[in-house]
Nanobody
Framework: QVQLVESGGGLVQAGGSLRLSCATT????????MAWYRQAPEKQRELVAS???????NYSDSAKGRFTISRDNSKNTLYLQMDSLKPEDTAVYYC???????????????WGQGTLVTISS
């Protein structure tokens, strides 16, 4: 059973920082890619940042320059450092991973339960 467990959410003032963590029960090398998504109230879930097994990183336009995605293979953990936070960053943040399930490279998506980030103005 593959599990992703997020932590690090909370309430901070605008301009502050938070670091989210996503601990996995598998080696991060077992995933072809990992990512952070977020979902604000009454909005669709959106991609915030992603990192592939090869280390290729992508950010949404809203995250560029403020957020940093990283992973620690030794701790099987994905991180999202969020700086210069804005009220519009308020959302539930979800960890996502693409687990490779066969030698052909097919993958399945795995999701964490989410962690709430609230930014006050």
């Amino acid at each position: 059973q593959v599990q992703l467990v997020e932590s690090g959410g909370g309430l901070v003032q605008a301009g502050g920082s938070l670091r989210l963590s996503c601990a996995t029960t598998r080696r991060v090398d077992d995933f072809s890619a990992m990512a952070w998504y977020r979902q604000a109230p009454e909005k669709q879930r959106e991609l915030v940042a992603s990192i592939t097994n090869a280390g290729v990183i992508n950010y949404s336009d809203s995250a560029k320059g403020r957020f940093t995605i990283s992973r620690d293979n030794s701790k099987n953990t994905l991180y999202l450092q969020m700086d210069s936070l804005k009220p519009e960053d308020t959302a539930v943040y979800y960890c996502n991973a693409r687990l490779v399930v066969n030698v052909q490279g097919s993958t399945v998506a795995v999701w964490g339960q989410g962690t709430l980030v609230t930014i006050s103005s």
